[in-house]
């Protein structure tokens, strides 16, 4: 079955470009070998990190959002906890929350339609009887 995850990553600020696409590039293919796919990777940059981590106090974030299953998880946080530029990484599964967020988007929909409704009903009704004349000829 599967679920789609965020997988937040923080490499070591002084990793060289080249050195960081050949690491997202490894990541990708363990999740299409693991009949897996990744909907995005997002490079955030370089940022400040809220404490020092193994003696850095920066480090450059990445987010890749994946679908597939727990295998893929479990494989890709093995191998990114013996990659040694990896100062921090952690795995959300998001798809639970996209379908609550889903349930109430329509539920705010079907209550706006509802209360939508009397507006116009009220609307007609105000309409004076005269603006109502029959077409006669």
């Known amino acids: 079955m599967n679920r789609t995850y965020e997988l937040m990553f923080i490499v070591r600020p002084d990793m060289a470009d080249e050195d960081l696409d050949k690491l997202i590039a490894n990541l990708e293919s363990i999740v299409t070998a693991a009949s897996g796919s990744i909907k995005s990777v997002d490079r955030m940059g370089k940022r400040r990190l809220a404490y020092m981590v193994r003696k850095f106090r920066e480090g450059v974030y990445i987010l890749l959002t994946i679908e597939g299953a727990g295998t ?18 952690l795995t ?12 109430i988007k329509k539920l705010r ?22 603006a109502e004349t029959p077409a006669t000829a």
């Open 72 to 89: 893929v998880v479990h494989e890709l946080e093995r191998r990114l906890r013996v990659t040694e530029p990896v100062i921090k990484f």
């Open 92 to 103: 959300v599964r998001i798809d639970e929350e996209q379908k609550r967020l889903e349930k």
């Open 109 to 130: 929909d079907a209550k706006k339609k509802v209360s939508a409704q009397p507006a116009v009903v009220a609307e007609e009704a105000a309409l004076p009887p005269a």
